[in-house]
């Protein structure tokens, strides 16, 4: 998917500059036209050579080279992509205050193709609130960052900040690559996470749903151009900044906060695991224990019902379903039951993984997916488009 692509790396100064010639010689391999941009500092780490000998392509270190054309601008309008890797404080930080004082810096405000850090740093320097609110800033006017990794930190300390795995790497590439903004001007509604309903104020019943597949579907219609609504329950992923989250926990909560959005909704994925029963009298003061503690419970409401009651013409509404057993058939029912315009039915044996099988069904057809659930929300999102397309 990365052949003939143009990737305009920039490399700053880090120590997972090293990192990064492997990242240039897979681009390279893989068919993409690799140019470096290196900092002065980075070239204190690795040299301008390496980057050369192994995507046989100009390496520039330099803002000033008289036998060139604007450097900056013709690098800028070249690429199809700029991926900054490693992607220091120091150049998001410039970047989100429109400092532009060197080849690379003035090579990121002059471009419009698709801007990918890939911060990697010190943990410290990493969670500092200017860092945070820097990758927010430029979060907000379409930059996209990767997360960096948790694990041994060259500084020493152990903690966020590493830089992922290459690998990762070229699948944000080819995906910030590949994907047009077919959504853009929709609203699309995302629900995840696991739903908490109270015992006490001490305890409650939930499941084990980690949020995994709704953050990846939220993600996907993001890049994809959408207006994303984010409402998560109990999630165990990090929610990126650029999406517009709303957190309820409870299933009344998450009730209340959908039926407010639903309206304004183009797509709507119920993704969440939303408990269909809670405790009827939830105590206010901790249940001191005694013998046997008996737990009346009574129904939530079904907020996916309600929606497919309320929902007009234009609206899409996907419906999840894990099922242990009959899944196609158990979900069939769902589409009917609920009104839905698709399902999207997994196996409860895979969930909770990074990877995926989902059936999405519609009234009429089967799609088997399967893989990375960030690439599975992606097909999803296809499948969509292609069976709504008049
Ligand atoms: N859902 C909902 N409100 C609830 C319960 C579930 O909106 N109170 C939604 C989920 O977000 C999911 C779909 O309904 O999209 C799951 O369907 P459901 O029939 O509730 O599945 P199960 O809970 O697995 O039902 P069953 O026990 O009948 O299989």
């Not at 490399?11 to 900092?39: P, Q, R």
């Not at 405790?279 to 129904?299: C, F």
Request: charged residues 25%.
């Amino acid at each position: 998917m990365l052949k003939n692509k143009k990737i305009l790396l920039g490399i700053t100064g880090g120590i997972a500059a090293y990192k990064a010639v492997d990242l240039a010689s897979k681009l390279t391999k893989m068919g993409a036209e690799v140019k470096t941009i290196m900092t002065a500092h980075a070239c204190e780490f690795v040299g301008p050579i390496t980057f050369k000998s192994i995507t046989h392509q100009p390496v520039i270190t330099k803002m000033f080279n008289t036998n060139a054309d604007i450097e900056h601008i013709s690098l800028a309008d070249w690429a199809d992509i700029v991926v900054i890797a490693p992607a220091t404080a120091n150049i998001i930080g410039k970047t989100a205050s429109g400092i532009a004082d060197d080849l690379l810096s003035s090579t990121i405000m002059a471009t419009t193709a698709p801007v990918l850090f890939v911060p990697a740093m010190n943990i410290h320097m990493y969670e500092n609130p200017i860092v945070q609110e820097n990758i927010t800033k430029l979060s907000n006017f379409g930059y996209f960052f990767m997360e960096p990794q948790f694990g041994n930190l060259a500084c020493g300390y152990e903690g966020k900040g590493r830089y992922p795995e290459n690998e990762e790497i070229i699948f944000h590439i080819e995906t910030y690559l590949n994907y047009k903004k077919e959504l853009a001007g929709k609203n699309v509604l995302v629900t995840a996470g696991a739903s908490r309903e109270g015992i006490d104020p001490m305890r409650f019943i939930s499941n084990y749903s980690s949020g995994k597949m709704g953050l990846a579907l939220a993600r996907a219609a993001h890049i994809r151009g959408a207006k994303v609504k984010f409402i998560h329950s109990s999630i165990r992923v990090n929610i990126p900044k650029y999406l517009d989250s709303i957190k309820a926990v409870s299933a009344e909560e998450m009730h209340r906060a959908v039926l407010k959005e639903y309206p304004n909704s183009d797509i709507t994925f119920m993704t969440a695991a939303v408990a269909d029963y809670t405790p009827a009298k939830p105590s206010k003061q901790k249940i001191k224990k005694s013998d046997d503690l008996n737990l009346e419970l009574k129904r939530t409401k079904d907020i996916l019902a309600e929606l497919g009651g309320k929902k007009t013409k234009d609206q899409i509404l996907v419906g999840f379903a894990a099922e242990s057993e009959n899944i196609k058939e158990n979900a069939l029912n769902k589409i009917k039951k609920k009104n839905l315009d698709f399902i999207c039915a997994n196996n409860l044996n895979v969930s909770g993984k990074d990877d995926t099988e989902i059936l999405v069904l519609d009234k009429g057809k089967e799609i088997k997916l399967n893989g990375n659930k960030f690439s599975v929300a992606h097909q999803i999102i296809d499948t969509i488009l292609n069976s709504t397309k008049k």
